[in-house]
């Protein structure tokens, strides 16, 4: 018999991350302690479903990045579930995934407003919410507008569990800092030490193509 009780709180920090940066870091930290989450588990997307024509640095390498972060953070955690799976790394097969492994977890799955503003595109949107609770980091200049029409929708129509976090310090930016990186200026105190001299060493956004 089955003594399920789902009352350890995972939480799931899905991203590209090319590069990590500290907004993530303190995006992830501000929900661990909004949600009492005893761990949470980034998860750099293996193959973006949604950038088929745009130039991504390799997986290794960005997993490298994030465990370089996150070394040192006793709550904190790194998974190649998306990286070693084939395939488009869809989040509803993650999420399936994670529920089958943390047995009795309850998900909150965290990421950007800009990418969950996407979410109808994604693939199975209802799995997903179903799965998880969505908690919507939200960086200084997205649409608040058409989050907050999207969220009183999902909720509505489907009971979903989303929460809002505001992050100021997602005004830093992944996009932001490969163009830095590509024009040789500093990335100090964006991204952990650690971090910059990985991108320096391993000669990392050194061409930033059009599209990024
Ligand atoms: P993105 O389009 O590169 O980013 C969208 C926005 O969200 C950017 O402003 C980004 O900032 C921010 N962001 C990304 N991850 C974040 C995080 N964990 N916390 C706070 N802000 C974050 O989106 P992405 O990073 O590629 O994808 C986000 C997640 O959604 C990934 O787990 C991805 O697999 C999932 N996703 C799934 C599907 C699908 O299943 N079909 C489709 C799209 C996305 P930075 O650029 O500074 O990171």
Same mark, same amino acid.
């Given at each position: 018999?089955?003594?399920?009780?789902?009352?350890?709180?995972?939480?799931?920090?899905?991203?590209?991350?090319?590069?990590?940066?500290?907004?993530?870091?303190? #995006?992830?930290?501000?929900?661990?302690?909004?949600?009492?989450?005893?761990?949470?588990? %980034?998860?750099?997307?293996?193959?973006?479903?949604?950038?088929?024509? /745009?130039?991504?640095?390799?997986?290794?390498?960005?997993?490298?990045?994030?465990?370089?972060?996150?070394?040192?953070?006793?709550? %904190?955690?790194?998974?190649?579930?998306?990286?070693?799976?084939?395939?488009?790394?869809?989040?509803?097969?993650?999420?399936? /995934?994670?529920?089958?492994?943390?047995?009795?977890?309850?998900?909150? %799955?965290?990421?950007?407003?800009?990418?969950?503003?996407?979410?109808?595109?994604?693939?199975?949107?209802?799995?997903?919410?179903?799965?998880?609770?969505?908690?919507?980091?939200?960086?200084?200049?997205?649409? /608040?507008?058409?989050?907050?029409?999207?969220?009183?929708?999902?909720?509505?129509?489907?009971?979903?569990?989303?929460?809002?976090?505001?992050?100021? #310090?997602?005004?830093?930016?992944?996009?932001?800092?490969?163009?830095?990186?590509?024009?040789?200026?500093?990335?100090?105190?964006?991204?952990?030490?650690?971090?910059?001299?990985?991108?320096?060493?391993?000669?990392?956004? /050194?061409?930033?193509?059009?599209?990024?």
């Amino acid at each position: 018999m089955s003594h399920e009780r789902r009352d350890r709180r995972l939480g799931i920090m899905g991203g590209t991350f090319d590069p990590v940066h500290l907004g993530h870091l303190v #995006a992830a930290e501000a929900a661990r302690e909004e949600y009492a989450l005893e761990r949470v588990l %980034f998860v750099p997307t293996g193959s973006p479903p949604h950038k088929p024509d /745009q130039t991504v640095t390799e997986a290794e390498h960005r997993l490298a990045m994030v465990l370089l972060a996150t070394a040192g953070h006793p709550h %904190f955690l790194v998974s190649r579930v998306e990286i070693d799976r084939p395939g488009p790394s869809y989040t509803v097969d993650t999420l399936r /995934q994670l529920t089958a492994t943390y047995l009795g977890w309850e998900l909150y %799955f965290i990421t950007g407003a800009d990418a969950v503003l996407e979410l109808d595109t994604w693939k199975e949107p209802g799995e997903i919410l179903r799965l998880c609770r969505l908690v919507v980091v939200g960086r200084p200049g997205y649409d /608040q507008h058409r989050l907050r029409e999207m969220v009183d929708r999902l909720r509505r129509d489907t009971g979903a569990c989303i929460n809002v976090l505001a992050s100021p #310090a997602l005004a830093i930016s992944s996009r932001e800092l490969r163009r830095r990186a590509a024009q040789g200026r500093s990335l100090r105190y964006l991204v952990p030490r650690e971090v910059e001299d990985y991108i320096l060493k391993h000669c990392l956004y /050194q061409r930033v193509a059009a599209t990024s």
